[in-house]
């Protein structure tokens, strides 16, 4: 694997294994790929999974150690890139029997949280569509409610906008943002997103096939500071200057069918600019290649060509590890010419892949721990709670001097009385005193 771009290949026979055309070869061993007829060609990748690999093996090749580093604080992008029924949805959200990469990868995302006690982390979840380049939420919505408008039937004032901000980066707005705290509940989340994208269309498949499909998974995390507590300023200075919020963001992401990508002429047809992030995303990749190091900052780049690449701007900018998943079908050799289309269109897949392979220049830096300072820009959602939770407890402890004042006021008026009382009867014993002792002696 070469830094921190993994491009692997996943081989689909379009029937069994042992009846693919022998044109095809298919070397998982040596990760490589390739056919051997008119205009093809042999390529290689990080990985290359035939029929036999299941889903279980393509998340630990191609995913598990990219949701680690996220969970470490890096940004983590995993893209499924392929033709229309080559395996995209089914390697990315699988079967209740083998779960895909989305499942996989919120299981070991839990299972890191169990592992690192001594931080505490805080999971936001976000699902949208991005179809006829405008952005749909698709939590937003109640699946199967009256209240839904199919996506083709929006209107302008429903969609979700990108937003830049210096401190907050490229973000859509307003999009929704699901706390979550267990695996069930985030599993319950993006389901209920995919339920959404089925009843908001008539035909979920010609509509998966234009659109992409992005989960996004924010992880904040912070260091817990044993013993911070109200009144003990040590602790909490401390804990101020240890306690910086670490965030980062994997990204999952099932691509629109890649068989348009190539269809320039189509652009100015129905499906004009459906697939105009596919196109972009292609030319971004491969102009990082060329331009090389000098544009890592993304200044030349066209990611505002499109919602995607826009979306994504950080996770292509060499800031963040990428894994892209290319699926491809194999024909059989029986299926004769009428795969010849396919043929090219699986070509374009494993050239995409090829560009992509040696040239993203990545460098994985660790997103910037936000140390102490709270502003209202702030991503960090964890530090705004600290500072919500810092003031509450400033509150306890100002309402708690104020009971001790009331308290102490109180106490010393019971004393004042309690004086008063005493005096009285010491004056009244005095008195009887004199009667009963004094009096009779001085009148003899
Ligand atoms: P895409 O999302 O790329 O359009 P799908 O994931 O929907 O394609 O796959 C099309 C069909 O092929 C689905 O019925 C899916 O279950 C099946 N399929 C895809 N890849 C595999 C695979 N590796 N093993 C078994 N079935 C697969
Ligand atoms: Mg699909």
Redesign the pocket.
């Known amino acids: 694997m070469k830094g921190n771009v993994i491009i692997s290949v996943?081989v689909?026979p379009d029937g069994p294994e042992d009846q693919m055309s022998s044109d095809w070869v298919v070397d998982g061993r040596h990760g490589q790929v390739g056919y051997r007829g008119k205009d093809g060609g042999m390529y290689e990748y990080d990985n290359v999974?035939s029929?036999s690999?299941?889903?279980a093996r393509v998340y630990e090749s191609c995913a598990k150690r990219l949701v680690r580093r996220v969970m470490e604080g890096y940004h983590g992008t995993v893209f499924?890139y392929?033709?229309?029924?080559?395996?995209?949805?089914?390697?990315?959200?699988g079967?209740t029997a083998?779960p895909g990469v989305i499942p996989l990868a919120i299981t070991d995302i839990f299972s890191f949280i169990r592992e690192t006690p001594h931080r505490e982390f805080l999971l936001r979840v976000s699902y949208l569509e991005i179809y006829n380049e405008r952005i749909h939420d698709l939590l937003a919505s109640q699946p199967g409610s009256t209240g839904f408008v199919p996506l083709d039937q929006q209107t302008k004032g429903e969609e979700i906008k990108l937003r830049e901000d210096p401190k907050r980066g490229v973000y859509a707005t307003p999009l929704k943002e699901e706390i979550v705290q267990s695996p069930t509940q985030l599993l319950r989340v993006i389901a209920r997103g995919d339920l959404c994208r089925r009843t908001g269309s008539t035909q979920f498949?010609a509509r998966?096939?234009r659109s992409h499909a992005v989960v996004q998974i924010v992880v904040e995390s912070r260091d817990r500071v044993a013993g911070a507590s109200a009144g003990n300023m040590a602790d909490n200075r401390r804990a101020g200057m240890n306690g910086g919020v670490r965030v980062s963001t994997l990204s999952l992401i099932?691509l629109a069918?890649s068989e348009r990508a190539a269809e320039n002429k189509e652009r100015r047809t129905e499906g004009a600019h459906i697939n105009r992030s596919l196109l972009t995303l292609g030319t971004v990749i491969a102009r990082l290649s060329k331009d090389g190091e000098k544009d890592k900052d993304g200044n030349h780049l066209p990611y505002r060509d499109s919602k995607l690449t826009r979306l994504l701007q950080p996770a292509l900018s060499g800031n963040s590890l990428i894994s892209i998943l290319c699926?491809i079908?194999i024909p059989l050799s029986n299926s004769g010419a009428a795969n010849l289309t396919n043929i090219g269109e699986t070509m374009n897949t494993l050239k995409f892949a090829a560009r992509a392979k040696n040239n993203i220049i990545s460098h994985a830096k660790k997103g910037d721990d936000f140390l102490n300072g709270v502003d209202a820009g702030s991503k960090a959602l964890l530090e705004r709670y600290r500072a919500e939770i810092a003031e509450l407890r400033r509150e306890l402890e100002l309402q708690r001097r104020k009971d001790e004042v009331e308290t102490a006021k109180e106490l010393a008026k019971e004393l004042a009385k309690e004086q008063e009382f005493r005096e009285e009867r010491d004056s009244e014993r005095v008195c009887q005193l004199f009667f009963r002792n004094q009096l009779p002696l001085l009148l003899g």
């Open positions: 996943r689909r999974f029929q690999d299941n889903n499924a392929g033709m229309t029924g080559t395996g995209k949805t089914y390697s990315m959200q079967t083998s498949n998966s096939s099932d069918g699926t079908a």
